[in-house]
């Protein structure tokens, strides 16, 4: 299945080729990126402050996000589906994609390794179960926003699986896994570095290569 197509040329326009709708959505990234990092802040200080992006993972992809999107603001007044791509730019979103489908993806599953921890009905588990998952598997769809507006190359792709490696060997091998109700154990890891395949694969897949940009 071409997950480019689950957002039609239509939708990619009114909702990122419109000012009012870019800005609002630009603001609630930001918004969700501060709720992150609350998530984060108490145990932020034990980790080394130029290492934070590989910490706080969600608020990483979140921050990656939000400067891609940024980026069609110049491109509002025409089409952003045919908005300038060139090879930094291709980095940026190629990045924001697999961060977004990693760690909307990783929360679904972290959450549902010990749902006895996590998962009810009562005001406590609506926001740590339902509203996270929920927000978290909303970063799939801007991923695939971006991708529509973004193109990628061999070595963005290239690139951005190195990076998820080393913030997999950051998490688990270091010991800065982000905050759980459980340890992480041998499955979580490894689902992870799954998950790191899966959305390079994913990124891979669903992008348009930067040199097919003007054919």
Same mark, same amino acid.
């Given at each position: 299945?071409?997950?480019?197509?689950?957002?039609?040329?239509?939708?990619?326009?009114?909702?990122?080729?419109?000012?009012?709708?870019? %800005?609002?959505?630009? %603001? %609630?990234?930001?918004? @969700?990126?501060?709720?992150?990092?609350?998530?984060y802040v108490e145990t932020m200080p034990s980790v080394p402050t130029f290492l934070w992006p590989l910490y706080g993972d969600s608020?990483?992809?979140?921050?990656? @996000?939000?400067?891609?999107? $940024?980026?069609?603001?110049?491109?509002?007044?025409?089409?952003?589906?045919?908005?300038?791509?060139?090879?930094?730019?291709?980095?940026?979103?190629?990045?924001?994609?697999?961060?977004?489908?990693?760690?909307?993806?990783?929360?679904?599953?972290?959450?549902?390794?010990?749902?006895?921890?996590?998962?009810?009905?009562?005001?406590?588990?609506?926001?740590?179960?339902?509203?996270?998952?929920?927000?978290?598997?909303?970063? %799939?769809?801007?991923?695939?926003?971006?991708?529509?507006?973004?193109?990628?190359?061999?070595?963005?792709?290239?690139? $951005?699986?190195?990076?998820?490696? *080393?913030?997999d060997v950051f998490d688990y091998w270091f010991g800065y896994h982000p905050p759980l109700r459980y340890a992480p154990g041998v499955?979580?890891? $490894? *689902?992870?570095?799954?998950?790191?395949?899966?959305?390079?694969?994913?990124a891979g897949s669903v992008f348009v290569p930067l040199a097919r940009k003007t054919e």
């Amino acid at each position: 299945m071409d997950l480019s197509r689950l957002l039609s040329d239509h939708v990619v326009e009114e909702y990122l080729g419109s000012a009012p709708t870019l %800005v609002w959505l630009l %603001v %609630v990234n930001a918004t @969700a990126f501060l709720v992150g990092i609350r998530f984060y802040v108490e145990t932020m200080p034990s980790v080394p402050t130029f290492l934070w992006p590989l910490y706080g993972d969600s608020p990483t992809a979140l921050a990656l @996000a939000t400067l891609s999107l $940024a980026t069609l603001l110049p491109a509002l007044e025409g089409r952003v589906l045919d908005s300038p791509i060139n090879r930094p730019l291709a980095y940026l979103h190629t990045l924001s994609f697999v961060w977004l489908v990693k760690y909307g993806l990783w929360t679904f599953v972290a959450l549902n390794l010990h749902p006895e921890l996590y998962f009810g009905f009562d005001q406590q588990a609506l926001y740590d179960y339902w509203f996270i998952i929920g927000t978290h598997l909303l970063f %799939v769809v801007e991923a695939v926003a971006i991708a529509r507006v973004g193109r990628t190359t061999r070595g963005a792709l290239g690139f $951005a699986l190195v990076a998820l490696l *080393v913030n997999d060997v950051f998490d688990y091998w270091f010991g800065y896994h982000p905050p759980l109700r459980y340890a992480p154990g041998v499955v979580l890891p $490894a *689902v992870t570095v799954g998950l790191t395949l899966l959305a390079v694969g994913c990124a891979g897949s669903v992008f348009v290569p930067l040199a097919r940009k003007t054919e």
